[in-house]
């Protein structure tokens, strides 16, 4: 099983609509959660953090489900510029350093 | 806003010759990291560096590769002699505490080619 796992994609959704993907993690150790995104060819910019009591930052939701051991991100009245390749990253941490593990990302196309 | 900055953005190379890739991290954090991206695939872990020295890497990190912080600004990735694999977008970024729990500012990237 590896140790992040997501969607692949594409998710082709109009504009408008509301989507959502899921993020499942192997290790049950793990300790923190985020949502990047990356657009073509750039690098992955933070989205938001996930916690445990779940959180909002406008049109996106993030949640965390340790029992199951998936996160998940809720996109809203999508726009067109929400299209973007989603990153979930899970990070734990062992003696005195941190991995950091990405998955292979959601690819998201919003259409007019 | 301050930002992870990268130079070169793209650097071509013959198999085999040593590159240095160059990252300014953010002036008040502790912790640098570098990442690659092979195109079309996802974004792995290399490196990540704290108080000058290694804190952890990843099975891609093997002798070829190095870093170093010169200065008090500068952190560097070298590769000492590339392979054709070794092309990949190379990301730098940086955080103020562990990125066990922090969040990490990327850098542009440096498209590196190998031919």
């Known amino acids: 099983r590896k140790e992040v796992e997501q969607d692949p994609g594409p998710f082709n959704v109009p504009e408008g609509a509301t989507v959502a993907f899921n993020c499942t993690y192997s290790?049950?150790?793990?300790?923190?959660f985020f949502w990047y995104r990356q657009d073509c060819r750039k690098e992955p910019k933070l989205l938001m953090s996930v916690y445990s009591s779940g959180n909002e930052d406008g049109r996106f939701t993030a949640q965390l489900n340790r029992a199951s051991q998936y996160i998940s991100l809720l996109i809203r009245d999508s726009k067109l510029s929400d299209s973007a390749t989603y990153l979930c990253?899970?990070?734990?941490?062992?003696?005195?350093?941190?991995?950091?593990?990405f998955g292979s990302g959601t690819r998201l196309s919003i259409r007019p | 806003e301050p930002e992870v900055t990268q130079t070169p953005s793209h650097q071509v190379t013959q198999m085999g010759q040593e590159v240095i890739l160059r990252c300014v991290p953010i002036?008040?954090?502790?912790?640098f990291y570098w990442y690659r991206q092979i195109l079309g695939q996802k974004v792995e872990f290399l490196v990540s560096?704290?108080?000058?020295?290694?804190?952890?890497k990843s099975e891609i990190f093997d002798d070829q590769f190095s870093v170093e912080r010169p200065d008090g600004s500068n952190f560097t990735l070298k590769i000492r002699s590339t392979k054709l694999e070794d092309s990949a977008m190379y990301f730098c970024?940086?955080?103020?505490?562990?990125?066990?729990?922090?969040?990490?500012?990327f850098g542009p990237g440096t498209r590196l080619t190998v031919l």
């Open positions: 560096f704290y108080n000058n020295e290694i804190s952890e």
């Open positions: 990253v899970v990070t734990y941490s062992y003696s005195s350093a941190s991995k950091i593990i």
């Open positions: 970024a940086s955080s103020e505490e562990s990125g066990g729990a922090d969040e990490q500012f």
């Open positions: 290790n049950s150790a793990s300790q923190s």
């Open positions: 002036s008040n954090h502790l912790y």
